[in-house]
């Protein structure tokens, strides 16, 4: 099928070179390679909420291994912060991960909290790792750990979309679930390097989960889901992230002259509208300094 990738290495040979070598190398050991100006941070008086992390023990052997990778990590700690320091959360919001007896992550309107269940890594873990085709063990297994460090930072800042329109009382035109990821994209894809770098783990997660429902037989059901297909959530994360910056990352747009491009010419010319357009919906909730 036309949206198919083929794994990971030949998408990101769509991307400029500065993250491709952020794809292929270990954890942090792209973090010269910067190609945008670090954010200008702002110290925020008065009253404001923050992401409040926790871990909390998982039920089964598999689920305390993960809890021990994210807490290791400092993942929920390391969204809190950069939340904090994007997003005007207008009160304090728990943040937890836990067994969930199910791949998901949640807002709950009721308690006002975001749960990130433990088995979504482990639904994710195989599909990423088998997108690994290049690179010695250790690289891979570093590669395999940021993309699960991403996926979980893509999975957290889409349910604090559902939790900003809720608590901000925020129109939504179309579906909630594609203003959720527009967030979510609009976060990572104006971040610093690091952050780029979870967007396109995010974007190689959709390519692996869109590869393995085309792979399989779709239920009727799947169309019926208040999110947007996979295949449709990894192009608007290409889009999007494509509209952030057209010119760095120009290459991702199939033309003559580069037929491997990943997103088609029609909808690249709607990104940075797509763009703009999400800063401007989402701009109640977030720090004036965003625009990049
Ligand atoms: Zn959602």
């Known amino acids: 099928m036309g949206w198919r990738t083929g794994g990971r290495l030949r998408w990101a040979a769509a991307v400029p070179f500065a993250l491709v070598g952020l794809l292929g190398a270990p954890v942090g050991a792209g973090a010269s390679a910067g190609t945008r100006a670090p954010v200008e941070q702002v110290a925020e008086p008065g009253a404001e909420g923050v992401l409040v992390p926790s871990?909390?023990?998982?039920l089964t052997p598999e689920d305390q291994k993960t809890q021990a990778f994210l807490a290791q990590n400092a993942v929920l700690e390391d969204i809190a912060?950069?939340?904090?320091?994007?997003?005007?959360l207008p009160q304090d919001i728990p943040l937890q991960a836990a067994s969930c007896g199910e791949a998901n992550a949640f807002w709950d309107p009721r308690a006002q909290d975001i749960t990130f269940c433990y088995e979504y890594i482990e639904e994710l873990a195989p599909l990423l790792s088998a997108q690994q085709t290049e690179g010695t063990a250790e690289e891979r297994s570093a590669q395999l750990d940021q993309d699960l460090i991403g996926v979980?930072?893509?999975a957290v800042l889409h349910e604090l979309g559902h939790a900003l329109v809720n608590l901000y009382d925020l129109p939504v035109v179309g579906k909630e679930e594609d203003?959720?990821?527009q967030?979510?994209?609009?976060?990572?894809a104006s971040g610093d390097e690091r952050h780029v770098g979870y967007a396109l783990s995010a974007i190689t997660a959709y390519a692996a989960l869109a590869d393995a429902a085309a792979n399989g037989e779709q239920?009727?059901?799947a169309y019926a889901d208040e999110h947007s297909l996979d295949a449709q959530r990894f192009y608007n994360w290409v889009c999007w992230l494509y509209?952030?910056?057209p010119d760095q990352y120009a290459p991702v747009v199939e033309t003559e002259r580069n037929p491997d491009g990943i997103l088609p010419p029609e909808r690249a010319a709607q990104c940075p509208g797509e763009f703009r357009q999400m800063e401007k919906s989402w701009s109640p909730a977030l720090k004036p300094y965003l625009k990049t």
């Open 179 to 181: 203003a959720a990821d």
């Open 152 to 154: 979980t930072n893509e």
């Open 243 to 245: 509209g952030s910056d």
């Open 183 to 188: 967030l979510s994209a609009l976060l990572l």
């Open 81 to 88: 912060a950069y939340a904090s320091e994007r997003i005007v």
């Open 219 to 221: 239920p009727l059901q």
């Open 55 to 58: 871990y909390e023990a998982g």
